[in-house]
């Protein structure tokens, strides 16, 4: 999925996802969110985003996670 208000832009916070036309990254939003913000008060702190930019953040986030491959290490034995 290829969410078009994420855009990645070397040239925008050094290339980290942002939602498009802000300088917010994806990363702040899902900070804030998992410190306890509602998206009402992010969107009162940055009057640039929109609830649809914080919400395509939040599935950018999933979709990221979702692609990331994990390999436990097995547990040493003494």
């Known amino acids: 999925m290829q969410d078009s208000m994420i855009q990645s832009d070397p040239e925008i916070m050094m290339g980290k996802p942002v939602v498009r036309g802000t300088r917010v990254t994806v990363e702040q939003i899902l900070e804030k969110l998992g410190a306890g913000e509602t998206i009402e008060q992010i969107l009162e702190a940055d009057p640039r985003l929109t609830r649809e930019g914080v919400l395509a953040a939040i599935r950018y986030g999933a979709e990221v996670l ?4 994990v390999y436990p290490l097995p547990k040493a034995t003494a």
């Open 66 to 69: 979702r692609a990331d491959a």
